[in-house]
């Protein structure tokens, strides 16, 4: 067996190694300078900060997280810039969750990152009259449609227990037609595919979405129909709103590791097909 | 009766909630709300079933020292400490929040566990991709194309390799893929779902569809 025979039969751990380092190693470097300019900011990444930008002071604005601890380096980043840019606009928040670890990640997302921002404290921001976290419900797309009559029905308490109608901020808040964008993390079912069917399409709320790079492709088709207002895709599309928000944090800072790793698969697979086309035709 | 009752159901439920899409008002999206308010409490009882379920079959698994009984006694031990952390050592607070020992086993040990389960896919898809995207054929060598362009074309990575290239820049035609033969693709899909699932749901609100009650 000669060498392109024996990289032909490659040892999957040593790809595994290389690709460990691919992703390890830059996260110890700053990226080079220029990279952070060349991320690139997409239409529907755009569209999404620019209608936020347009909201009035005070707007409701609700965040949907639907999703759990796997997929947190894509779409953790995703919630912290987005909750960033719309304290920063005065808009008032409404988290919930569709999936049992999805309000956790609003916690983690607020005590960690977002009221431990120097910008935001100055803000001065009050649980219950500038944002709420009304916890998980149990039941999917379901869950939305009950909102769609009476959002207090459907999250009769919030997180820490306390009465949804008693939180300042739910006083004015009956259904969908008090908000103005509802705003979709998802790792899958139920995400952004049943809040645009159930929310956006029967109650004509605005939808938009942050989905996993392999979810985007999903719901990519509701962007050209204009059924999503905007659409982040993956660590690039969380690193896109990162910088179109001007606020640079984990998704740009992984995404030099990201461009790596994926430098490396793409030489394996290259590496792979010399392999295949020069032992092509041999006998073993 | 068995089975009548629960059809019965399906077909008036069914027609209901098709009619209040189109006609919402009262009664009906009364009856739509009250229905709604019933799936909530269901699945909330569906996922106290699924976990006692899930306990079951483990300590069956230990009992029966079946094949990776030794998991099962991690589920087990998990199960019961984290219940134990949260009905009974928070302290007076909601088990949810900071400080807690459910908080601090969710975060310190859940949370990474899970995030690094996950994160391996990144390498079987690495080694998967070296064996599978070989230019074999027309398609394979689609196929390999197209992930070659997005993986460059999605990263910045793409714009230092390409920024010569004009409107060929990677990152262009990793849009196009995406915009195009991808969005074609998936709305293909999408409504070859979605007449599928009409198909289904007129079959079983005219009570033609009968497996889900059981038999054929």
């Known amino acids: ?22 992703l390890v190693i830059p996260l110890f470097f700053t990226a080079p300078p220029g990279f952070l300019k060349k991320i690139d900011i997409s239409s529907p990444v755009k569209s999404l900060y620019d209608y936020v930008e347009k909201l009035p002071p005070g707007s409701k604005v609700m965040i949907a997280f639907d999703y759990d601890p796997p997929t947190t380096p894509e779409l953790q980043p995703m919630a912290i810039s987005f909750l960033k840019h719309c304290f920063l606009k005065d808009l008032d928040v409404i988290m919930i969750g569709l999936w049992p670890q999805g309000p956790v990640q609003a916690q983690f997302a607020m ?5 431990t921002d120097e910008k935001i404290k100055a803000k001065n921001l009050q649980y219950g009259v500038d944002y709420v976290n009304l916890g998980f419900q149990a039941g999917n797309e379901f869950v ?22 008693e939180l300042p ?36 709320v605005k939808i938009a979405g942050g989905n996993t790079a392999v979810q985007y492709p999903h719901v990519s088709p509701y962007l050209q129909t204009g059924q999503l207002v905007g659409l982040l895709g993956g660590m690039q599309g969380a690193a896109a709103y990162e910088k179109v928000s ?28 010399l392999a295949y086309f020069i032992t092509r035709g041999r006998k073993t | 009766m068995r089975r009548e009752i629960p059809i019965l159901i399906a077909i008036v439920v069914g027609f209901v909630y098709v009619i209040a899409f189109f006609v919402p008002h009262p009664p009906l999206n009364k009856f739509q709300d009250w229905g709604n308010d019933w799936i909530q409490i269901i699945a909330g009882f569906a996922i106290v079933l699924g976990v006692l ?14 094949q990776g009984w030794g998991y099962a006694v991690i589920i087990i031990i998990g199960f019961l400490i984290m219940t134990a952390a949260g009905l009974f050592f928070s302290g007076g607070k909601n088990y949810q929040n900071p400080g807690t020992p459910f908080y601090d086993i969710f975060f310190n040990i859940y949370f990474p566990l899970n995030a690094t389960m996950f994160a391996i896919l990144a390498f079987f898809v690495a080694s998967a991709s070296y064996r599978a995207f070989r230019a074999r054929n027309k398609e394979a060598t689609l196929l ?37 033969p991808q969005t074609a693709g998936q709305r293909a899909i999408m409504i070859g779902i979605a007449l599928g699932i009409i198909s289904t749901s007129l079959r079983v609100i005219t009570g033609l569809e009968r497996t889900f009650v059981g038999g054929e």
Not at chain 1, 1 to 22: E, G, N, S, T
Not at chain 1, 146 to 163: E, K, L, N
Not at chain 2, 150 to 172: C, E, F, H, I, V
């Open chain 1, 1 to 22: 067996m000669d060498f392109w025979q024996k990289l032909l039969a490659l040892d999957r751990r040593i790809i595994f190694v290389f690709v460990a380092l691919a």
């Open chain 1, 144 to 165: 939305i449609l009950r909102m769609g009559s009476d959002i207090a029905a459907a999250f009769p308490v919030d997180y820490f227990g306390t009465r949804t109608r």
């Open chain 2, 144 to 180: 390999l194309l197209a992930a070659i362009f997005l993986m460059l074309g999605r990263t910045p990575l793409g714009d230092y390799m390409s920024s010569w290239a004009g409107d060929w820049q990677l990152k262009n035609i990793s849009d196009w893929i995406m915009d195009f």
């Open chain 1, 169 to 204: 901020l739910m006083k004015d808040v009956k259904n969908f037609d008090n908000i103005r964008l509802v705003y979709n993390i998802s790792a899958g079912y139920p995400g952004t595919y049943e809040w645009v069917i159930f929310a956006g399409d029967r109650f004509g």
């Open chain 1, 246 to 273: 001007g606020y640079f944090g984990k998704a740009t800072k992984y995404m030099f590791s990201q461009a790596v790793s994926h430098a490396m698969v793409v030489f394996f697979i290259i590496l792979g097909n």
């Open chain 2, 53 to 66: 379920n899930l306990l079951k079959v483990s300590l069956e698994k230990v009992y029966k020292k079946s």
């Open chain 1, 111 to 115: 005590e960690m990152d977002i009221l």
